[in-house]
Structure formats: structure tokens, C-alpha cells
């Protein structure tokens, strides 16, 4: 090959043509690096006639500078990149991106730097060197990484190193890791289990794509029966991804893992440490053998690497909308999982207790084998339901639970058992208001209230992070101790389980409060040895724990993700109260589960309490049904906006303007967002509903294509959308 086409990471030149110097070889995938001007820049060779690029003559082509040392990206994964930049309208590069993961990575493996404490405590520290000691406790990372850990400048580091207070270790990036052992500690499988656990061996035996939902109620024992499967392509040498929607939920699945393979899998996820990024990828790219990578849990970010030889993806708690990423490429790591199975043919199961209903419906089309688990492990029972009328129960005055909760927490404490409470609202409150003129504290940068956190003793934007110290004085009117707390965060039922139960051992479980994985760690060390009697948390603890002495699950506020018009709201919200009732009894104790509501009868609410499942997903299959709603219309969203509200409006016009006029689409808007304000952009939206018949993105793309917008616009489009706001 003279001439090779690259696809280049640069979303505006997109596509350009080089040419091979002499005697070197660069085959479809290879990573390569070009010039262009004076600057060198990264590009993947493409199929060229899948790609298109301007027409440059041969003899005005550069040549390339040098093929990375690392194997090409394979047909199968150019395939998937091709996949998704088409079906989500993002651009090729920016996918391709994901793929590539580490930078430092494609130079080659080799050994990197770090530093740790060396044990040495001098007598006398400055107080910058003092806080580095304490912050850096069991820690060894590059100094930049430390510097961050620590708060303190790289140089203050730097120092250290020279007074002999952090040494230098070498960290091979090509150490190999050492193998799972599938027979390691194989459990003893119910029937049920190992007639689902077959039929997972078989497909992967087979090579063959097998998109299979794992419908199990909650506890079971899904997890032991997707580890057959895994234990299989272990033993075939081919390896596994496991993508689970938060990394809260890893440091559980890294324990589990271990005891049932004798080693922990490899992760991948934001948080990881540069060199663990580059060791991991470099074990990723060399297959499951010698030290490779085998088993890979990761958050959706895991899904674009590439990996040798894929033989099965497990999606766990494949109904998390967190699977949906809404910033950059927005797409669904579910669905794109069952992409790449496709292209790898390789099986994958998506396991959940309560599946989403577009999977639900494509099982009912045949398209997904649905393999059933429907009772606990070990004879557990599901726990009993109630729910508790909020307008006949009405709590005192300032409280929220009310009281029957809290005559079977009080139940709960006698007989030591453990009670968790669940409330989707992180903070002390909502709504923050001044008692003397009504100012309300809202987000400066985004059309959102400012909720208050009493644990940082802040007030917060949940939507672009700001934050600011509660003042002592009204900014409006200036008086003095006058800010009231409106509604329930989960710090606030924290403090009202305190108040009522003051010798009860109260855990607070948010994002704010488990932010690291040794948080995680102790938290169910605490929770598994009884050192916690009453759990409060927000979704985080709603799935994946397994405390066999928690038998009552409070849910404090039912109503409240039916509120806001969201489309999967009912949904979500049956997802959410089925997988936080199914945390009790799920050892030998039963369970019971109180819903405090003010809607009893709505039809979720009602479904819930009869432990009526079908019920639920056919009244809401025909509400989407009448919708045209997904999973029988499609929904795209375009989002425009600008930190000028005018120009942002005048472009959402503009493209309102010109919209399509076809049969089986409509299009609704342009309207200001729910969210008309978001870190400091003003924001329109409009909304696509098409019949699945529809071209959607080719109509989309040659809609937008021509228009074009002045430099401080960006409009994006969001296919499947889940966030409405
Ligand atoms: N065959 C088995 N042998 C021994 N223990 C088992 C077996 N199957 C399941 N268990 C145990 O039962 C408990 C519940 O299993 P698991 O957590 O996998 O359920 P699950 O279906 O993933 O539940 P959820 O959806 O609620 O998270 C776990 O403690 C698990 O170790
Ligand atoms: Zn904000």
C-alpha cells in the first residue's frame, strides 16, 4: 500500500490521506502518527472505501511518521466505531477515541515511575509537608497524581523526594497478571441455576452471538450463574468484559470475583491511576493468555477497548439508566454492548431483576433468549410489601417517617436485625429559603435550586457542582438566621433516625459520603458485621448488597420520581422500589418492605404492593405503545444552546424552521429546556418522535448538515434519549 487513509483524532478534519514511505507496512487498524503542519497528530488506517476524504493528489501526500508498536484495531471493533458514530450522529473520531483509552499506552510498555512514603518522620515538617505525610498514607502514584491526592503543589513533592521522605519505585507496565482459576471455588447450583448456566456454557462454546436476558428476581443467585459462563471462556482462553453501571457497585463484584476465581479481575474505570490505565490496556490489547487480560469489569468506558479476542460481555443490572452517558458520544453501553457481541460473535447476557422494557419486549420478539430465575436461592422469600398511606398516616410535624416505619424499625433495633431507608435525594434539603423575605437560593451558572449539604456545611448545584458556604445573613434582605430547610434530603432522614433512635447505629450512604473505594469497603465490611443497624441511602444502595440480617426496607418518598413528566418515570421508579425491596430478607429471615406514598393508586404504586410484575410492564407496554413511545417509536432530542440566550434561541428557530415535513416523524419544539439554564449556557430543545420505520439519523444528519450556526452555538443530538431536562 503508497497510500493509506486515517481516520485522525481531530472532529473537524475527520478523514485525511498519507502516504507509506518505502519498505514500511501499515495494515487496516494500524495506530499511526502524521504530520500535519508542523504538529504531529494520532490516526487509525481505514478501509478507504468506507471512509471518504478529499482527493489529494499522490504526489502532494506526506508520509506518515511511524506505525505504534501496538496490534491493530480489528475489523470487528472498526466495525463498532463505524456503528455507533452512524446510530448516535457522533463523529467517527470521537468514538474512536474511547478506544484508545491510554496515550501513553501506544508508546509501548516498559516501566514508569512512581513514589511513595518512605517511613521516615522527621521531627520537624512545614505544614505543606505535614498535610502531604497525612494525605499520602499507603499511597504510590506519579507525582503528579500524588500532588493531587494531597492538595500540595508537585513541587512540594519534589522536595520530599530529595529530603528522603518519598522514594522512587519502578512499576512494570508489562507485568503479567496472574490467572483466574475457574475451578477455584465453583459453588453448588440450584437446578434452576444450572439449567441457565447451560445453556450461557453452551453459547459461549459455540462462537456465537446470543444476546440473552437474565430475568432473576432479586437474590437469585444471578451473579453465581452468569460465573459459569465467565468460568467457561476462561477455560476456552478467550476473554470476558463485565459492564456494571456504577463503580460504587465494583468493590462488591471485585470480592465476589475473587472468591469464586481466586484472583481479582482487571478494572477499568475513570479513577484508575495512569499506570494502572497503561498496564491494564496493554494486558487488554495482548489477549487472554500469558499474563493477559481475562476478565475486565468495568464501567461503560471498558466497552470501546480492544480487546484481543472477546468471547462473552455480561451487562449486570443491565436496567440502570447510568448505562445512557449524556455528555459526548450519548450513547447506551447496554444496547452498544449487544453491538459489539454481534460483530465479536460472542454471547452476552444482560441480568437484571427488573429489565428494561425494550428489553423485555425484544426477548417477547425472540430476538433475546429469556432465561428465568424465579425464586431466591436457598429458599429465601421475597419480602412482604405494604404500602403506607401518607395522607391517613401523616408524620408529626417537620418529621417523614412516618409512624408505622417507625414502629418496625423500633422492632428491628430489639431484635437486632438491620432496616434500610431509602430516599433518591442526596443532601439535607432541597429548597433553601429565607423565612423573613422568601429568597430562594438557586444556582447562579443553571436553572436549578441550590441544595443544602449539612455533612460540608455547603449549599450545592447537583447539576454543575457549584458550590457556596451557607451564609449567616439573607443575601436579599439581610436578615440574620432566617434560612429554612424545605422537604427531605437523605441527611435530613439521617438526622430524624438519630433523633428518634439516638443509641442506633445510623450509616449514611450518598455519593457524597462514598467516594472512594475503601468507603465502600468498610461500609459492607460494617454492614456484614452488624456494626450498622439502620441504613440511609440514596439509589446507591438500592442494588447489588446482599446483608443477610437486613429485613426491612423503608422507602420514604414512593411519589417522588413519578414527578417531572420524565418518560420512563413509572418505570424507573418500579425498578427502583423493586430493587431496594429485594435488599430484605434475603437471608434466612424474611423480609418486609413499607412504601410510604400519597398515590396509592397509581397503577406502579398499586403493581408494586400486589407484587403484580406483569402487571406493571403490560399496563406500561401499552401506555408506550399509545405513546408511540420506545420501544415501538423512537425519540431523538436535539439540544441546542449558547451562553447567549438570544443566539441560542435564534438557532433552535432556525433549525425549528427547517424541519423535515414526513409522515412517520414529528417534530415538537423548539422550547426552552426543563433545564433552560446549565452551567452558564441557555438551552432549547426539540423533540423527535418517529415511527420505527423512520430513517431517523439519516434524516437528522441531512437536516443539519447544511445549517450552520455562529461559533458560541453547539447543538446536540441525543438518540434514545433518557434525560429530558
Ligand atoms: N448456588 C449458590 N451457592 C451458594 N450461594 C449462592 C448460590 N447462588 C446464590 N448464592 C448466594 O445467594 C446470594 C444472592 O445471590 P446474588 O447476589 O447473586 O443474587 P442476584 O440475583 O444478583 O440478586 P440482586 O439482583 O438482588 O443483586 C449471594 O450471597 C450468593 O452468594
Ligand atoms: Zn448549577
Known amino acids: 500500500m503508497l497510500r493509506v487513509r486515517l481516520l485522525v483524532f481531530n472532529a473537524a478534519l475527520g478523514v485525511l490521506d498519507y502516504r507509506v514511505p518505502e519498505g514500511v507496512q501499515v495494515e487496516l487498524g494500524a495506530i499511526v502518527i502524521a504530520p500535519l503542519g508542523p504538529r504531529q497528530i494520532l490516526g487509525i488506517a481505514w478501509e478507504p472505501e468506507r471512509l471518504e476524504a478529499q482527493d489529494v493528489p499522490e504526489s502532494k501526500l506526506r508520509p506518515i511518521l511511524e506505525v505504534l508498536p501496538v496490534p491493530p484495531l480489528k475489523a470487528e471493533l472498526r466495525r463498532l466505531i463505524e456503528w455507533t458514530a452512524d446510530y448516535y450522529c457522533a463523529p467517527l473520531s470521537a468514538v474512536a477515541r474511547m478506544a484508545l483509552g491510554s496515550m501513553a499506552a501506544l508508546r509501548g510498555g516498559g516501566t514508569t515511575t512512581e513514589y511513595r512514603l518512605t517511613g521516615v518522620e522527621p521531627k520537624r515538617l512545614t505544614p505543606q509537608r505535614a498535610a502531604a505525610m497525612d494525605a499520602l498514607h499507603g499511597e504510590q502514584a506519579s507525582i503528579r497524581e500524588l500532588a493531587e491526592l494531597a492538595s500540595v503543589s508537585e513541587g512540594v513533592l519534589r522536595g520530599m523526594v530529595g529530603a528522603g521522605l518519598l522514594e522512587a519505585i519502578t512499576v512494570d507496565l508489562d507485568k503479567p497478571y496472574p490467572p ?22 453452551d453459547a459461549v462454546k459455540a462462537n456465537q452471538f446470543t444476546p440473552f436476558l437474565l430475568d432473576g428476581v432479586t437474590g437469585s443467585g444471578k451473579t453465581e450463574t452468569y460465573f459459569e459462563a465467565v468460568a467457561a471462556a476462561i477455560e476456552d482462553g478467550k476473554q470476558v468484559l463485565v459492564l456494571l453501571p456504577e463503580i460504587a457497585l465494583t468493590e462488591n463484584f471485585l470480592r465476589r470475583f475473587e472468591e469464586r476465581f481466586g484472583v481479582a479481575p482487571i478494572q477499568w474505570h475513570s479513577s484508575l491511576k495512569a499506570s494502572e490505565r497503561r498496564r491494564a490496556w496493554r494486558a487488554i490489547v495482548k489477549g487472554a493468555a500469558n499474563g493477559g487480560a481475562q476478565v475486565i469489569v468495568g464501567a461503560r468506558s471498558a466497552l470501546f477497548l480492544p480487546y484481543a479476542h472477546l468471547g462473552l460481555i455480561i451487562v449486570d443490572e443491565a436496567h440502570e439508566v447510568s448505562f445512557k452517558q449524556d455528555e459526548g458520544v450519548r450513547y447506551n453501553a447496554r444496547d452498544v454492548a449487544v453491538i459489539r457481541a454481534r460483530y465479536e460473535k460472542a454471547p452476552i447476557i444482560l441480568a437484571s431483576a427488573t429489565p428494561a422494557l425494550e428489553s423485555m419486549q425484544l426477548a417477547e420478539a425472540g430476538i433475546y433468549t429469556k432465561i428465568e430465575l424465579p425464586a431466591r436461592f ?34 428491628r433495633l430489639e431484635r437486632g436485625e438491620q432496616s434500610l431507608l431509602f430516599l433518591n435525594r442526596r443532601g439535607y434539603a432541597p429548597l433553601t429559603l429565607c423565612r423573613n423575605c422568601g429568597h430562594r437560593f438557586q444556582c447562579s451558572h443553571c436553572t436549578a435550586w441550590l441544595v443544602e449539604h449539612r455533612f460540608s456545611q455547603r449549599l450545592a448545584c447537583h447539576h454543575c457542582g457549584h458550590e457556596e458556604p451557607v451564609p449567616d445573613a ?102 427502583q422500589v423493586a430493587q431496594v425491596a429485594g435488599r430484605a430478607g434475603r437471608g434466612e429471615k424474611p423480609g418486609e418492605v413499607l412504601i410510604q406514598t400519597r398515590h396509592p393508586e397509581a397503577p406502579v404504586i398499586a403493581a408494586l404492593a400486589a407484587g403484580d410484575r406483569d402487571a406493571f410492564y403490560d399496563a406500561e407496554t401499552e401506555a408506550r405503545r399509545d405513546a408511540g413511545a420506545p420501544p415501538f417509536g423512537r425519540w431523538a432530542a436535539i439540544i441546542v444552546s449558547s451562553e447567549d440566550m438570544a443566539e441560542a434561541r435564534d438557532a433552535a428557530r432556525a433549525i425549528g424552521g427547517t424541519a423535515p415535513d414526513l409522515p412517520d416523524m414529528l417534530v415538537l419544539g423548539p422550547a426552552p429546556a426543563p433545564l433552560s439554564l446549565l452551567r452558564g449556557r441557555h438551552r432549547f430543545r426539540l423533540l423527535i418522535n418517529a415511527r420505527r420505520s423512520a430513517q431517523l439519523q439519516k434524516i437528522v444528519r441531512a437536516w443539519l448538515g447544511p445549517l450552520d450556526f455562529p461559533k458560541g452555538v453547539r447543538v446536540h443530538v441525543d438518540v434514545d434519549p433518557y434525560s429530558f431536562v
Open 474 to 575: 439573607c443575601p436579599e434582605c439581610s436578615a440574620k438566621d432566617c434560612l429554612v430547610a424545605c422537604g427531605p434530603g437523605v441527611e435530613r432522614i439521617a438526622d430524624e433516625v438519630a433523633e428518634i433512635f439516638p443509641e442506633a447505629r445510623v450509616a449514611l450512604i450518598t455519593s457524597d459520603t462514598m467516594n472512594s473505594p475503601e468507603a465502600i469497603a468498610e461500609f459492607v465490611a460494617k454492614a456484614e458485621n452488624k456494626a450498622i443497624d439502620v441504613i440511609v441511602g440514596t439509589q446507591l444502595v438500592t442494588k447489588g448488597y446482599h446483608f443477610p440480617d437486613l429485613t426491612l426496607v423503608g422507602v420514604i418518598d414512593a411519589d417522588l420520581g413519578l414527578e417531572g413528566g420524565d418518560l420512563r418515570a413509572a418505570e424507573r421508579t418500579y425498578q
Open 378 to 411: 436457598g429458599g429465601a422469600q421475597l419480602p412482604d410489601i405494604q404500602i403506607l398511606d401518607l395522607r391517613k398516616d401523616v408524620p408529626d410535624k417537620g418529621r417523614w417517617i412516618a409512624k408505622p416505619l417507625v414502629a418496625q424499625m423500633q422492632a
Open 180 to 201: 483466574a482459576n475457574p475451578q477455584h471455588n465453583a459453588p453448588t447450583l440450584s437446578e434452576d441455576q444450572r439449567k441457565a448456566a447451560d445453556r450461557f456454557v
